[in-house]
């Protein structure tokens, strides 16, 4: 049984066979290594939004990914000591983590709402899905690497990627879908404005403290 607390992420994987009352080989067997373990934790995430997108396969597909991305950050929300842990140790475990999966299950889910907006004419139809979804999921993890190290707090790490989502949205979109996206822009620049000032205080505060 996989427990969902902070030190989880850091324990080896004797201190896990302890924790779950099997014996040492029984995590080797059932995963291979730390690292399985680990992406076996993140591969529940992505059923859980494959589901989520499953769902949202009915709405607009601009507004979609749009709550896809807000769904995430929800998920994460729901348990952020765990999810931070957790990516962290993804980063910092040492071991050979599978990159190629992960990438491919996160593109995956971006491409299907580029593949529905191009067919519905809501994106331009040389547009290169893979490419876009790919680009969509580089600006993902910046974000999520910038509310790991504590950079951002949940909010503004939503704030991050939908202002992401945006730009990649508008460098392929239709003349006839630029005015909302556009609209969505201008507000979370209004929010990213807001929020980089709170950000810059608080620096400066924690700067004086330590140099005094």
Known sequence: RLIRTEGYTRMSMRELAREARVSLVTPYNLFGSKADV???LLESFFDTLDTATNELDQQ???DAMY???QFSVKEYAGDPVFYRS????MVTTGELLPVPRIVQRCTTL???GLDAGIAQGLFQPHTRPDLVALQIQVNYRGAM???IEGGVDIDGFETQLLYGLS???LAVAMDSERERLLGRL???EGQLDSRTQNWTTEYDDQHKEEVQ
């Open 38 to 40: 680990l992406y076996a």
């Open 60 to 62: 607009d597909p601009i």
């Open 67 to 69: 709550a896809l991305t």
């Open 86 to 89: 957790l990516l962290s140790s």
């Open 110 to 112: 971006w491409q299907r």
């Open 145 to 147: 690497e910038l509310w």
């Open 167 to 169: 730009l990649c949205l």
């Open 186 to 188: 201008h507000k979370l």
